[in-house]
C-alpha cells in the first residue's frame, strides 16, 4: 500500500537549517509530483513546496521563497525539503503529499532560541 514516511524534523534555533525527508512506496514515484505541506497550531494546512514528477519545476509558498529548497531522488524514492534561514513563524509539523491525495504522518519542526 501507499506509505509516505517524513523524518528529520526537530528543534532548532532562529537562523538555523534542517532538511527533512520523506520516504515513499507503493506507488510509481517518478510519475508524480511530489509536495511538501505544514501545519501550525490553530492554523490551516498550507502548501509550502511542489516538485514535478521529474523534478524540472518547483513551485514555493512567497513566505519560504529564497529560504527553503524541495528537492528529489527518484531512483531513491524520496522527496526532501532543505529548509535555511528558519524562522519562529517556520515551526509546524511538515506533512509529505502526493499528487493524488495521500498523506505522511508529518514531522515536528520546532523554531525557537
Known amino acids: 500500500q501507499v506509505q509516505l514516511v517524513e523524518s528529520g524534523g526537530g528543534l532548532v534555533q532562529p537562523g538555523g537549517s534542517l532538511r527533512l525527508s520523506c520516504a515513499a512506496s507503493?506507488?510509481?514515484?517518478?510519475?508524480?509530483?511530489m509536495s511538501w505541506y505544514r501545519q501550525a497550531p490553530g492554523k490551516e494546512r498550507e502548501l509550502v513546496a511542489r516538485i514535478s514528477r521529474l523534478g524540472t519545476t518547483r513551485n514555493y509558498a512567497d513566505s519560504v521563497k529564497g529560504r527553503f529548497t524541495i528537492s528529489r531522488d527518484n531512483p531513491k524514492n524520496m522527496v526532501y525539503l532543505q529548509m535555511n534561514s528558519l524562522k519562529s513563524e517556520d515551526t509546524a509539523v511538515y506533512y509529505c503529499?502526493?499528487?493524488?491525495?495521500?498523506w505522511g504522518q508529518g514531522t515536528q519542526v520546532t523554531v525557537s532560541s
Open positions: 507503493g506507488f510509481t514515484f517518478r510519475d508524480y509530483a
Open positions: 503529499k502526493v499528487e493524488f491525495g495521500r
